[in-house]
């Protein structure tokens, strides 16, 4: 199993290899090229003992939205507006829902990293999404994992408020490693649990990528047709995992994701 981090070093940030607990430090920052097999390792340490920074700096993260029947129907539930039919076309339709999520980490953090909820909403939640790494000619390269943090009543609001209620400071989280598949084709388990900040669980579920109404592969190459992607770009794959609709985010939560090749994104509300 190939799975690459990032990390806090005193030479800077570099990149290095998973191999239990331990990691093998290499002598450049580009994950791209650790993915090509390139780099020589300059020390192996404890994983614990490093201060893990997002896998890769992604020049631009995507979403897909609405590529999971659970997602379907909490956008149906949640809509104020006689365009609630969108979302039912859209899971329907061969061309999927693509939207910018950020560019140059502006909104986005790493494993351990503080997300936020915006301060005019009222009804926030985690999305737990498997996310797909591009590489050079737009070919998906690797996977880890996103937080698509969203702010509901915003988007049942009108659709044309996604952008409002998607882009936000804090508004993603990706890590905590990137995973290099045997095959495209595998699927994954995918575990969300929210906690307050005394550790009472708010929340517990589990879905599966079995479950994605488009292959990772197909909703990349939808992304990359006619649209310079540039390479280290990610693309979350959508949600299907919904908390109650009581449920908001709010700071101290603690929002746990996890895919076991991968690990787990740990990221705290601000
Ligand atoms: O259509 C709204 C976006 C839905 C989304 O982000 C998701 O399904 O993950
Ligand atoms: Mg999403």
């Given at each position: 199993?190939?799975?690459?981090v990032r990390a806090h070093t005193a030479d800077g940030p570099r990149v290095a290899r998973l191999d239990g607990d331990t990691v093998h430090v290499l002598d450049h920052d580009?994950?791209?090229?650790?993915i090509r097999g390139e780099g020589t390792v300059g020390s192996s340490v404890p994983l614990a003992s490093l201060q893990?920074?997002?896998?890769?700096?992604?020049?631009?993260?995507?979403?897909?939205?609405?590529t999971y029947e659970r997602s379907r129907d909490a956008r149906l539930e949640e809509a104020e507006t006689d365009a609630r039919d969108v979302y039912a076309l859209v899971y329907d339709a061969d061309r999927p829902e693509l939207?910018?999520?950020?560019?140059?980490?502006?909104?986005?953090?790493?494993?351990?990293?503080?997300?936020?909820?915006?301060?005019d909403a009222k009804w926030t939640v985690p999305e737990p999404e498997l996310g797909v790494v591009i590489g050079e000619?737009?070919?998906?390269?690797?996977?880890?994992?996103?937080?698509?943090?969203?702010?509901?009543?915003?988007?049942?609001?009108?659709?044309l408020y996604i952008p409002q209620a998607k882009i936000f400071a804090g508004a993603c989280a990706i890590g905590p490693a990137l995973y290099v598949p045997e095959s495209w084709d595998a699927t994954y388990p995918i575990r969300l649990r929210i906690t307050a900040a005394d550790g009472a669980?708010?929340?517990?579920?589990?879905?599966?990528?079995?479950?994605?109404?488009?292959?990772?592969?197909?909703?990349?190459?939808w992304l990359v047709q006619d649209n310079p992607v540039p390479p280290g770009s990610v693309l979350l794959t959508g949600t299907g995992l919904v908390p109650p609709d009581e449920y908001t985010l709010e700071?101290?939560?603690?929002?746990e994701i996890e895919i076991d090749e991968i690990g787990i994104l740990t990221n705290t509300v601000r």
């Open positions: 199993m190939t799975r690459f580009d994950p791209l090229a650790a893990l920074l997002p896998p890769v700096e992604a020049p631009e993260i995507w979403c897909a939205g609405v939207f910018l999520k950020d560019a140059a980490m502006r909104r986005t953090t790493g494993p351990g990293g503080p997300i936020s909820v915006r301060s000619g737009g070919q998906p390269v690797a996977l880890t994992i996103g937080n698509d943090v969203s702010s509901r009543d915003i988007e049942g609001a009108n659709p669980e708010l929340f517990a579920g589990e879905t599966s990528t079995a479950k994605l109404k488009r292959s990772p592969r197909e909703l990349v190459s700071p101290g939560h603690v929002v």
